[in-house]
Every structure is written in C-alpha cells, then in structure tokens.
Nanobody, 119 residues
Framework: VQLQASGGGSVQAGDSLRLSCAAS????????MAWFRRPPGKEREFVAR????????IYADPVKGRFTISRDKAKNSVYLQMNSLKPEDTAIYYC?????????????WGQGTLVTVSS
C-alpha cells in the first residue's frame, strides 16, 4: 500500500485548506482511512477517519465542525477539508490506512504534509 499526501501549505487563521491522499497498491474494500497530525513538539494525534465502504466518519473533538474527511472511490483518494483554521492546527498531517479485518492499528502511512497556520 502506498499513500501520498499533498496539499499542505502556509495560511492565515480563518482560512481553508484541502489535503489529499492518493492511495494505491490494492483495492480498499473493508479498509479504514484516516488523517493524523503531529503538532510541533507534540505527539502524533488522531484527526479523523472514514470507512472506505460506506463512508462513515469520526472526528477528534478539536476539529469537529471545522474539518471534513471524505473519500473518492473512483480516484482512490481521501481528502481532508479544513475550514476555519487556527494556529493550533499547525502540524505535519499524515494519511493512514488499515484493513478493518486484519489490523487493529493503522499500519500504512503516507509521508506527511506540513500545514502552518499563522495568526
């Protein structure tokens, strides 16, 4: 499985940004795709996840109502639409994937894309 994240950049507080994750290497039936982030000097944290089959989603509390995760089966891609960005959203964002049948943990990771939000 290969995951290629893109779309990071430097924005002002209140701006929007959309991250993309191109997934390849297999079909993703019964897989779960997610975004994590690592803020400067902090541990990696969960942001959001979406199930490939039906598109059900879960969000971390700090991003609820501002971020939207989605997947496009035809393009084998996962997206993270980030609105009303705050300086505390500054982080390296990683896409991740796991087989819901074979793995409890996310064991496939992309290379990360940097998002910087200035006040």
């Amino acid at each position: 499985v290969q995951l290629q994240a893109s779309g990071g950049g430097s924005v002002q507080a209140g701006d929007s940004l959309r991250l993309s994750c191109a997934a390849s290497g297999r079909t993703f039936t019964n897989w779960e795709m997610a975004w994590f982030r690592r803020p400067p000097g902090k541990e990696r944290e969960f942001v959001a996840r979406v199930t490939w089959n039906v598109g059900s989603t879960i969000y971390a509390d700090p991003v609820k109502g501002r971020f939207t995760i989605s997947r496009d089966k035809a393009k084998n891609s996962v997206y993270l639409q980030m609105n009303s960005l705050k300086p505390e959203d500054t982080a390296i964002y990683y896409c991740a994937a796991r087989s819901m049948a074979r793995s409890i943990d996310y064991n496939n990771w992309g290379q990360g894309t940097l998002v910087t939000v200035s006040s």
